[in-house]
């Protein structure tokens, strides 16, 4: 007797990983220890008002005088249109981190 073949299930795509972030304020090494999820507790979502959020939320730091910034311009650009957490490298006692959403 002749068996039926079974058809394999298609292959899913694997998944996109989405992006977002966390703006921390740290020490002047950006040392891990020195970032606080109870302090900086405000998720960004890589989406384009999330990005303004994220944005107006490192210029209030900077306003308090709890963050410095090297190249506000160029820091704005970055969060807008590029890869936020590299905006860390012009900020003083300030981190943008990029945590991997599922």
């Not at 002047?28 to 008002?49: C, L, P, T, V, W």
């Not at 730091?61 to 963050?67: F, N, S, T, Y």
């Not at 249109?81 to 981190?97: F, K, L, R």
């Amino acid at each position: 007797m002749a068996t039926k073949k079974t058809e394999a299930a298609p292959k899913k795509a694997p998944a996109k990983k989405t992006y977002a972030y966390v703006f921390f304020n740290c020490d002047d090494g950006k040392n891990q220890a020195s970032m606080n999820i109870r302090y900086n507790n405000e998720i960004f979502a890589d989406k384009a008002a999330s990005r303004k959020a994220l944005l107006e939320k490192v210029l209030s730091e900077v306003k308090a005088g709890r963050v410095n910034l090297a190249d506000k311009e160029r820091v704005q650009e970055i969060i807008l249109q590029g890869e936020p957490a590299e905006a860390s490298a012009y900020m003083q006692y300030g981190t943008i981190e990029r945590v991997i959403m599922h």
